[in-house]
């Protein structure tokens, strides 16, 4: 039986700059990169990390007990749905300088994104100012893709495309940062189109991410697949990932 197949145009760069945020093929505005930080005008840090596809309640962090530097952190994405499966997600981050330690760190993760404000005293040196702080957001634009760094299993895309029975279809598509209420999905005979925009932007964000892409069907035989328009279009957008099933009238597109 013929299947239908993907056919995504949204990562193929068309200008000599290439794609805008190497992060991800999607994102067309905002800021770039896996992880931005920021000192804030208490001197207190903010750092944004990218963990799509962890719920809000499934991330852990602690700060190093030993050296007082770091804070680890790591996030797990829901078991159960086997056309994305698991993805794993560990790293670290901190200070970059000798004369500070970390005494707390306020975290909350939302929509695929870990925000943590982290709190830290001078310990040494007291009579200069800390300016040695951690790398700033490396985010670029580019011909090639990164993958996310912190992801140690799972898939490293920011789209996952599956088949499914009877000309049907099933893509995820990762967009951090971005809510349900935020999505618009609209669909022609044979191309689905998305478009989403963060649009509560957090107090310590420099703006909101922009992210836009279409796939384009096509069958594996030489016969045209039915149009999209004929079938059940189904969408919703959680932990920072949105999920589209095409399938048949019939078709349960609950998972």
């Known amino acids: 039986m013929a299947m239908r197949e993907f056919l995504n145009l949204s990562g193929i760069p068309f200008t000599k700059e290439g794609i805008y945020a190497t992060n991800n093929q999607f994102q067309k505005a905002g800021p770039k990169g896996f992880i931005h930080f920021k000192v804030l005008q208490n001197d207190k840090l903010y750092l944004h990390v990218d963990l799509p596809g962890v719920p809000d309640d499934r991330v852990r962090h602690r700060v190093d007990a030993v050296r007082k530097k770091l804070v680890l952190f790591s996030g797990k994405t829901p078991d159960g749905n086997q056309r994305e499966g698991v993805r794993e997600y560990s790293g670290s981050t901190g200070l970059g300088c000798d004369c500070c330690e970390i005494t707390g760190v306020d975290a909350k993760m939302k929509d695929g994104v870990l925000?943590?404000?982290?709190?830290?005293?001078?310990?040494?040196?007291?009579?200069?100012?800390?300016?040695?702080?951690?790398?700033?957001?490396?985010?670029?634009s580019g011909r090639h893709l990164e993958e996310n760094p912190f992801l140690v299993r799972g898939?490293?895309?920011?789209?996952?495309?599956v088949p499914l029975p009877d000309d049907g279809l099933y893509f995820a598509v990762d967009i951090p940062g971005v809510c349900c209420?935020?999505?618009?999905?609209?669909?022609?005979?044979?191309?689905?189109?998305?478009y989403a925009e963060v649009k509560n932007v957090h107090?310590?964000?420099?703006s909101g991410r922009v992210y836009?892409?279409?796939?384009?069907?096509?069958?594996?035989s030489s016969a045209?697949?039915?149009?999209?328009?004929?079938?059940?279009?189904?969408y919703d957008a959680e932990f920072g990932v949105l999920k589209i099933v095409i399938a048949p009238r019939n078709y349960k597109t609950s998972e």
């Open 181 to 194: 209420d935020d999505v618009e999905v609209l669909a022609n005979e044979h191309e689905v189109r998305f």
């Open 155 to 161: 898939r490293k895309g920011a789209f996952v495309g």
């Open 212 to 220: 836009l892409g279409c796939v384009n069907s096509r069958s594996s």
């Open 115 to 140: 925000r943590m404000i982290v709190s830290r005293v001078k310990v040494k040196d007291h009579d200069k100012k800390c300016t040695n702080f951690v790398p700033l957001n490396a985010g670029k």
């Open 203 to 206: 107090e310590h964000d420099e």
């Open 224 to 234: 045209p697949p039915p149009s999209i328009l004929t079938q059940n279009i189904a």
